[in-house]
């Protein structure tokens, strides 16, 4: 009973949430987005698992997914703000049920499905999907109290087969859950800079970061690998040992002084992941006084080949929205760098049909074959451009389009090259 009451609850916020919008539109916006269609993800997920194409959706997406939790964590903050912003009692009491609410519900959250932790597995998910794996999600049953979530429906058979047919998934898979969790708080970063929309999703950010690097740190003080190590110690011991095939007679994942080195040095590099005045309630800051203003984010991530270190960095200016990143690809011993940059939103029209253009371009190099031990580079490039087509003042149609070379992009599913499209709705109040 108490499991639904809080559902519902919660539910009530994020719905409600558009009707406060509707009213206070010139101080408060809300931007949610709903892709309802990625292709060749869901083909490729219906050809793998046998199940007609409206069951691929039980294997959402990792745009998809991104999307669904970032609009609920939205939509909560920006009810919870709106209820701030609007009610009439006391200052101190105000305050008090403003800022404890938002931490409970983020607490709360995290154990609910769509939370950061659904995200997380959802993100498994994904890539168990693509190889015919039907998983479930241990988050869409509320499991309170809990300290282990492993994705449901799993069996050795299905991890010796994933290794044998691509080493690099196998490996992105386990690195694939705290992705997820910094791209939501990337997207909710984003949103908040760029709409201006003064959410309080500080404690969002704190929770997840702090849950990634303690788990992080756990994987790397552990000694043998298996099950208990978590992502962190799978995805260290296979980069180590690319010739295990994780059979039942090969499962001695004894880890080694090296390996058990290199986990405690990412483990440390992780930490990099709190160094962005966001954290601290720094929504934007002024560059001089001409209203240009900026911000700033440094992202430790795990990849299939080893880890990246992005430094990236957020401008506005009037009608000019910019995002820009330096991506620091490293394997064992050699470093591939990489730049990207993204104009959002700029606005555009044809013919009386207005729109807005959000073109995206990644060029650099990462690991050949995305391998941890070798120096060899491969050209990573990657062009992209959604347009958001302005049928009315709050629901815009908008549909997205990626192509790719081989090589890891963070959200994308596909380390082979790919052509990608989304078709979607976003509701902006």
């Given at each position: 009973m108490k499991k639904i009451v809080l559902t519902a609850s919660l539910l009530w916020i994020v719905l409600s949430a558009p009707l406060y919008a509707q009213t206070t539109a010139d101080t408060v916006k809300l931007k949610l987005d709903f892709p309802l269609l990625d292709v060749p993800y869901h083909s490729d997920v219906k050809n793998a698992t046998g199940r007609n194409f409206l069951g691929t959706y039980a294997y959402p997406s990792m745009n998809q997914s991104l999307a669904l939790t970032a609009n609920l964590y939205s939509g909560f903050h920006f009810g919870m703000k709106s209820f701030k912003d609007n009610t009439g009692m006391n200052r101190f009491l105000k305050n008090g049920i403003y800022y404890s609410g938002i931490g409970l519900g983020n607490y709360l959250m995290l154990?609910?499905?769509?939370?950061?932790?659904?995200?997380?597995?959802?993100?498994?998910?994904?890539?168990?999907?693509?190889?015919?794996?039907?998983?479930?999600?241990?988050?869409?049953?509320?499991?309170?109290?809990?300290?282990?979530?492993?994705v449901g429906n799993v069996?050795?058979?299905?991890?010796?087969?994933?290794?044998?047919?691509?080493?690099?998934?196998?490996?992105?898979?386990?690195?694939?859950?705290?992705?997820?969790?910094?791209?939501?708080?990337?997207?909710?970063?984003?949103?908040?800079?760029?709409?201006?929309?003064?959410?309080?999703?500080?404690?969002?950010?704190?929770?997840?970061?702090?849950?990634?690097?303690?788990?992080?740190?756990?994987?790397?003080?552990?000694?043998?690998?298996?099950?208990?190590?978590?992502?962190?110690?799978?995805?260290?011991?296979?980069?180590?040992?690319?010739?295990?095939?994780?059979?039942?007679?090969?499962?001695?994942?004894?880890?080694s002084g090296e390996l058990r080195s290199y986990l405690k040095q990412e483990r440390n590099k992780h930490l990099?992941?709190?160094?962005?005045?966001?954290?601290?309630?720094?929504?934007?800051?002024?560059?001089?006084?001409?209203?240009?203003?900026?911000?700033?984010?440094?992202?430790?991530?795990?990849?299939?080949?080893?880890?990246?270190?992005?430094?990236?960095?957020?401008?506005?200016?009037?009608?000019?929205?910019?995002?820009?990143?330096?991506?620091?690809?490293?394997?064992?011993?050699?470093?591939?760098?990489?730049?990207?940059?993204?104009?959002?939103?700029?606005?555009?029209?044809?013919?009386?049909?207005?729109?807005?253009?959000?073109?995206?371009?990644?060029?650099?190099?990462?690991?050949?074959g995305q391998e941890f031990l070798t120096e060899k580079a491969e050209f990573l490039g990657l062009l992209g451009l959604r347009v958001d087509f302005k049928v009315s003042q709050h629901i815009l149609p908008y549909i997205d389009f990626t192509a790719k070379t081989k090589g890891w992009v963070a959200g994308n599913e596909y380390l082979n090259s790919n052509a990608s499209v989304k078709l979607g709705l976003s509701a902006r109040f």
């Open positions: 154990f609910f499905p769509l939370g950061d932790l659904w995200l997380h597995e959802e993100y498994h998910r994904a890539m168990y999907a693509r190889y015919g794996v039907k998983t479930t999600n241990p988050f869409n049953g509320f499991p309170f109290g809990k300290t282990i979530f492993p069996t050795i058979d299905d991890i010796v087969r994933l290794k044998a047919e691509n080493p690099a998934d196998f490996r992105r898979k386990y690195s694939a859950g705290i992705e997820g969790q910094y791209l939501l708080i990337n997207s909710l970063q984003r949103n908040n800079f760029f709409y201006s929309q003064g959410l309080t999703n500080e404690f969002q950010y704190w929770l997840s970061t702090v849950n990634t690097v303690a788990y992080f740190a756990q994987s790397a003080s552990s000694k043998v690998g298996g099950g208990m190590l978590g992502d962190m110690g799978v995805w260290g011991f296979d980069l180590f040992n690319p010739n295990v095939t994780y059979a039942e007679e090969d499962l001695d994942l004894t880890f990099l992941n709190f160094v962005s005045p966001m954290l601290f309630g720094f929504k934007s800051i002024p560059l001089g006084k001409n209203g240009l203003a900026g911000n700033f984010a440094i992202r430790h991530l795990l990849t299939p080949f080893g880890t990246t270190v992005s430094t990236q960095v957020f401008l506005k200016k009037d009608m000019y929205k910019m995002a820009f990143a330096y991506h620091g690809n490293r394997n064992y011993q050699h470093y591939f760098p990489a730049v990207e940059a993204e104009l959002i939103d700029y606005p555009f029209s044809v013919g009386g049909c207005e729109m807005y253009l959000s073109p995206r371009v990644i060029a650099g190099a990462q690991p050949k």
